[in-house]
């Protein structure tokens, strides 16, 4: 159970390398129960939002699992549109639907939908407010691209631990370059979501044709089943990155953990799929990020 390496934050926090996220296929639903088996396959990174409207079944998920609060690390984003002076009552109120005192992670959820009467520098200040209570243990961002990260790092004092993005083959050509600003500029550690992207919202194309060989050799090399979500995963571990994923499926769950046994990802894999990654850049959430921008 305790086979799930941590990563190291720039602020000395530690955070399970994996994350079993309650919003895409969970968003509304009632996902105690899916929670709770995650928590009994072994997970112990719960990744929550207020926009997916169901923190209050994620609290009742980790309840029900029993397992002590010690042992997870739980993170929810704020609502898109807040306000920066509404940072805190909306943090108490997702404290207070999950059943805790803290959170280990609160991620500004986008930059796409800036509060009328604020900005983010504004917003970011309250983050730190929440920070500075303990309301958070650690605080983020999310969905950052390289302007937005200058704009938060110009006021910062706490510099974000985490910039979670749809981070997969197919975006790497553009989030790459905002994962390499933030490792460069205060060890913004990158967590990804839609990391499996390729295989069944992109299914047969370039990245898939490059994947599919390394399976089959990885698991020769290996003599134990390797997976194409192995592959993908490493991908994202190996580039220093963090994987929230979600499944319904207890053998999917199980099957993902056990990423942290299969084999390593050579150099030349990872540039086989990033160079596979460039031929098709294609995103599945948020749309195209300009059409948001005011
Ligand atoms: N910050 C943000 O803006 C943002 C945006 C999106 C998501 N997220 C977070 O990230 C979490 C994960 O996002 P995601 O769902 O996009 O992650 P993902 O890891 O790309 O996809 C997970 C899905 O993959 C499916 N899957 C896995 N292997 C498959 C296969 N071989 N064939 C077909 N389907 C397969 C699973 O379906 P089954 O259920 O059938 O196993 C599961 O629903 C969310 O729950 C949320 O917490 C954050």
Redesign the pocket.
Same mark, same amino acid.
């Given at each position: 159970m305790s086979t799930i390496p941590t990563i190291k934050l720039n602020d000395g926090n530690a955070v399970p390398a994996i994350?079993?996220?309650? /919003?895409?296929?969970?968003?509304g639903q009632d996902c105690a129960s899916s929670v709770q088996l995650a928590i009994d396959c072994g997970f112990t990174h719960l990744? /929550?939002?207020q926009v997916?409207g169901n923190e209050a079944f994620l609290g009742e998920g980790i309840k029900r699992s029993g397992k002590a609060r010690s042992e997870l690390f739980i993170v929810t984003?704020l609502q898109p549109g807040t306000k920066p002076r509404e940072v805190r009552a909306s943090l108490v109120e997702s404290l207070r639907k999950l059943g805790l005192d803290f959170v280990d992670l609160f991620?500004i959820?986008?930059p796409l939908m800036k509060p009328e009467d604020g900005t983010l520098q504004e917003l970011w200040k309250a983050m730190e407010a929440v920070h500075a209570e303990g309301l958070a243990k650690s605080i983020g961002v999310?969905?950052f691209m390289i302007d937005d990260l200058k704009a938060v790092l110009s006021v910062a004092k706490v510099v974000p631990s985490v910039n979670?993005?749809?981070l997969?083959p197919y975006t790497w050509k553009d989030a790459g370059l905002a994962v390499e600003y933030g490792l460069a500029n205060g060890g913004i550690t990158p967590a990804s979501? /839609? /990391?499996?992207?390729s295989?069944?919202?992109a299914a047969g194309g370039p990245v898939d044709q490059v994947v599919t060989p390394m399976v089959e050799r990885l698991s020769k090399e290996y003599g134990k089943s390797v997976?194409?979500?192995h592959v993908l995963f490493k991908w994202i571990l190996q580039k220093g990155g963090i994987?929230?994923?979600?499944?319904?499926?207890e053998e999917?769950l199980k099957?993902y953990l056990e990423t942290f046994q299969a084999p390593d990802l050579t150099a030349e894999d990872i540039r086989a799929i990033d160079q596979a990654g460039t031929e098709k850049s294609e995103r599945?959430?948020?749309g195209n990020p300009d059409k948001f921008r005011k």
């Open positions: 994350a079993f996220g309650t /919003g895409s296929k969970l968003f990744d /929550g939002a997916y984003k991620l959820h986008s999310s969905n979670q993005m749809e997969h979501y /839609g /990391g499996l992207s295989i069944f919202r997976t194409p979500a994987v929230v994923t979600t499944s319904s499926k999917r099957e599945f959430y948020w």
